[in-house]
């Protein structure tokens, strides 16, 4: 079947869609000395944003409460947590199993699951051991630069996840306790063909489609995961229209996918047809969510530059956006489609 590639994307500036964030003085201190972001994530729950804190080793837990009184909402970050670990090397991606368990996929290291600790009084940065390391991608391989973790699906006692290799250009699968003492591994490689640095992940809340942002090839493929995914396995479909694809999210109804473009100053918003995904498809909006002077400052090669991290709230009406120039900024999802 012959499907033609969508209409090209109206471009949005993102100005006009801002959200308000009321912000304290302690967590403006913290996201001012971020540094270095990668990914960045809510919480099922909607009351915690996390955010990779890549060059300091470190995860940030930011406390959020979103008051939406007014025709627009407001974000309030008056709180955080900051955890530190020798198991943290080089913080990447990362999900939420549960709104207690966060799941660290650590580029120059392992993926660690981490019990978010319970407050301490003021003290706002704990030093945390993991609950699990997963080190091997199958019984004769280990896992390799894990860049990029998405739960597949979770419950108390375990999570189903998936990791992008980012260096060894594939995804692997993980079954993971959530719990302490003994537990067998269960670790496999999961697709292989056609990647070429794999550098985000995301699974429809339907679990029917996987996205990957596929680095090298300036496109995100898609992967029917309605059947049992093989290695040998072809996208089905592909987010085209991209520079260098980084982080990427599906809208909680799975009929958009929202794509941050590392090497533009963009996030890239693509529909389904029909809720589906297979075949090309181009943007249906490119969102401008950093100015001219922001986008050149962290322009130090033709990969860098543009947002790293995207995520969209539980209601799909609130996207988030990070990176090194502009930490934290986030979007009121209807304004961007106001205009048709």
Same mark, same amino acid.
């Given at each position: 079947m012959n499907i033609s590639i969508d209409r090209p994307a109206k471009v949005v500036?993102?100005?006009?869609a801002c959200v308000a *964030?009321?912000?304290?003085? +302690? *967590?403006?201190?913290?996201?001012?000395r971020l540094g270095r972001t990668e990914d960045i994530r809510f919480s099922p729950d909607n009351r915690r944003l996390a955010i990779a804190g890549y060059a300091k080793n470190s995860c940030f837990l930011f406390d959020i409460r979103i008051d939406r009184a007014a025709e627009r909402p407001t974000v309030g970050i008056h709180d955080y947590l900051e955890l530190r670990s020798n198991a943290l090397a080089d913080p990447h991606g990362f999900d939420f199993a549960g709104d207690d368990k966060l799941i660290v996929a650590n580029r120059s290291g392992q993926v660690t699951v981490f019990a978010i600790p319970e407050r301490d009084g003021n003290n706002r940065v704990h030093h945390v051991n993991p &609950?699990?390391?997963?080190?091997?991608?199958?019984?004769?391989?280990?896992?390799g630069s894990p860049g990029s973790v998405c739960v597949v699906?979770?419950?108390? =006692?375990?999570?189903?996840? &998936?990791?992008?290799?980012?260096?060894?250009?594939?995804?692997?699968r993980h079954s993971?306790?959530?719990? $302490?003492?003994?537990?067998?591994?269960?670790?496999?490689?999961?697709?292989?063909?056609? &990647?070429?640095i794999p550098d985000g992940i995301a699974v429809s809340p339907d679990r029917a489609w996987v996205a990957v942002s596929n680095h090298?090839?300036?496109?995100?493929?898609i992967f029917d995961n309605r059947a049992?995914? =093989? =290695?040998?396995?072809?996208?089905? $479909?592909?987010?085209?229209?991209?520079?260098?694809?980084?982080?990427?999210?599906?809208? +909680?109804?799975?009929?958009?996918?929202?794509?941050?473009?590392? $090497?533009? +100053?963009?996030?890239?918003?693509?529909?389904?047809? %029909?809720?589906?995904?297979?075949?090309?498809? %181009? +943007?249906?909006?490119? *969102?401008?969510?950093?100015?001219d002077e922001t986008f050149r400052r962290g322009r130090v090669n033709p990969e860098e530059g543009g947002p790293k991290g995207v995520d969209v709230d539980a209601s799909g009406e609130i996207m988030a956006v990070t990176?090194?120039?502009r930490a934290l900024a986030f979007f009121h999802v209807p304004s961007l489609f106001a205009s048709g």
């Open positions: 500036d993102g100005g006009r *964030v009321d912000i304290s003085s +302690p *967590v403006q201190a913290v996201v001012s &609950l699990r390391t997963i080190c091997r991608a199958g019984y004769r391989q280990r896992i699906s979770a419950n108390r =006692r375990r999570a189903d996840i &998936l990791v992008c290799n980012n260096y060894e250009h594939r995804i692997t993971v306790a959530l719990r $302490g003492g003994f537990a067998l591994p269960r670790d496999s490689i999961v697709l292989e063909n056609t &990647l070429d090298m090839t300036a496109n995100v493929l049992r995914l =093989r =290695r040998s396995d072809e996208p089905v $479909g592909t987010l085209d229209g991209v520079a260098y694809p980084h982080g990427l999210r599906f809208s +909680p109804d799975g009929s958009r996918i929202y794509v941050a473009d590392a $090497g533009a +100053p963009f996030v890239h918003v693509y529909e389904a047809r %029909a809720g589906d995904w297979r075949g090309p498809h %181009a +943007p249906v909006r490119t *969102v401008t969510v950093l100015d990176c090194e120039e």
